[in-house]
Structures are given as structure tokens and as C-alpha cells.
């Protein structure tokens, strides 16, 4: 079985608001989530997708933005 990776890369600035860089990380989780529920769907539920979510500056590097639980 082949395996494949894909990345979506999203750049902004006008971020050092707090209220906007949590908003931003709530887009970034609820995409992960949707491309999660896609993945299972369309290669089936014996495969576990692996989705990685993180922001990054020069500031402070690589930053893990975990996934939101289901609701």
C-alpha cells in the first residue's frame, strides 16, 4: 500500500491580536478535523489518517496545534 502526504499551508499576518491568532487556530483545527473525516471516508476505516497541525514564526518555531475532540 502506498503511502502519500499532502500539505496546505496557510500565511497570514496581522496576528499578534490574541483574540485573532486563537480564531485562526480554531480554522486550522476544524480544517484538520474535516480533512480527517474525509480521509477515513474516502480510504476506508482500516486506515488511521495521521493529520499534523502546527503554526510557525520565527519567534517561536514550530508550535503544535493539537486536534479538537468531536463534539
Avoid: T, W
Avoid at 17 to 29: F, S, W
Avoid at 33 to 62: K, S
Avoid at 64 to 70: H, L, T, Y
Wanted: with cysteine.
Amino acid at each position: 500500500m502506498a503511502s502519500r502526504a499532502f500539505h496546505v499551508e496557510l500565511r497570514v499576518s496581522n496576528v499578534d491580536d490574541p483574540e485573532r491568532l486563537a480564531a485562526l487556530k480554531e480554522a486550522v483545527q476544524e480544517a484538520g478535523q474535516q480533512l480527517y473525516a474525509a480521509a477515513i471516508l474516502i480510504c476506508g476505516e482500516g486506515v488511521e489518517p495521521e493529520i499534523v497541525l502546527y503554526g510557525e514564526d520565527f519567534a517561536n518555531g514550530q508550535v503544535a496545534i493539537e486536534m479538537k475532540e468531536p463534539d
